[in-house]
T-cell receptor, first 115, second 116 residues
C-alpha cells in the first residue's frame, strides 16, 4: 500500500455511459496526477493538479474531465468514451512538483474497458 | 524533448542470481531526477530507487542499486540475489529539474521474470 487508493478497481462501460473514477491520497500531499497506461506504451501523463489548481492538461480529449475538490481527492469524469480509451488509469500524488518533494506515489489503478 | 529508452522488453533471471536492467535517456538539462518503479502483476506501482543527477554516488536500496553514468546518460538498475517477488514490470523514469510541473517521463518498461 502506498497511501493512494482508487475506486473502482475495474470498470466496464458503454460508449454512451457517464462514469467517474475516484482517487484519494492519505499522505498529506499537495499534488495529484492522472496517467493512462496502455499495453506496450509508456505511461502517458494526462492531468496534474497542484494545490487543487490544474497545472497541466496534456492535450487530453474533452471526453475526460478532471476534478480536484481538495488536495486529497481527485476525480476523472468520463463520458462518450471510445474503445481505444480502454486502459489502466493510474492516479499518483506527490508532496510537491519540484525538487526533493516530487517523488510520486501511485494508486493501484482502475482497469477501464469501453465496449 | 526528453526521452527515456528501455531497450530490453523482457528479461529473465534465476532466483538468487543478479540481473541488470538498462535505461538510457536524452536531455539537455544538467540537474534532474531519475527513478526506477516496479509494477508487479495486478499490483500497485511502487518506487524502487531514486537518483539525483547532481549526486555522483550511485543510489542503493538493499538489493537494488543503480549504475548512473551521467555523461553517457545511462541509468541501469541492478538487482542482486533476485527473489520470486521481484517478478514485475520495471519502469525507468526521468523528471526535469525544479520549476517544471512534475512531469515524469517513463520508458516502455522491462518485464522481468524471476525463475525458481
Amino acid at each position: 500500500e502506498t497511501g493512494v487508493t482508487q475506486t473502482p478497481r475495474h470498470l466496464v462501460m458503454g460508449m454512451t455511459n457517464k462514469k467517474s473514477l475516484k482517487c484519494e491520497q492519505h499522505l498529506g500531499h499537495n499534488a495529484m496526477y492522472w496517467y493512462k497506461q496502455s499495453a506496450k506504451k509508456p505511461l502517458e501523463l494526462m492531468f496534474v493538479y497542484n494545490f487543487k489548481e490544474q497545472t497541466e492538461n496534456n492535450s487530453v480529449p474533452s471526453r475526460f474531465s478532471p476534478e480536484c475538490p481538495n488536495s486529497s481527492h481527485l476525480f476523472l469524469h468520463l463520458h462518450t468514451l471510445q474503445p481505444e480509451d480502454s486502459a489502466l488509469y493510474l492516479c499518483a500524488s506527490s508532496q510537491g512538483t519540484s525538487g526533493s518533494t516530487d517523488t510520486q506515489y501511485f494508486g493501484p489503478g482502475t482497469r477501464l474497458t469501453v465496449l | 524533448a526528453q526521452t527515456v529508452t528501455q531497450s530490453q522488453p523482457e528479461m529473465s533471471v534465476q532466483e538468487a542470481e543478479t540481473v541488470t536492467l538498462s535505461c538510457t535517456y536524452d536531455t539537455s538539462e544538467n540537474n534532474y531526477y531519475l527513478f526506477w518503479y516496479k509494477q508487479p502483476p495486478s499490483r500497485q506501482m511502487i518506487l524502487v530507487i531514486r537518483q539525483e543527477a547532481y549526486k555522483q554516488q550511485n543510489a542503493t536500496e538493499n538489493r537494488f542499486s543503480v549504475n548512473f553514468q551521467k555523461a553517457a546518460k545511462s541509468f541501469s538498475l541492478k538487482i542482486s540475489d533476485s527473489q520470486l517477488g521481484d517478478t514485475a514490470m520495471y519502469f525507468c523514469a526521468f523528471k526535469p529539474p525544479g520549476g517544471s510541473q512534475g512531469n515524469l517521463i517513463f520508458g516502455k518498461g522491462t518485464k522481468l521474470s524471476v525463475k525458481p
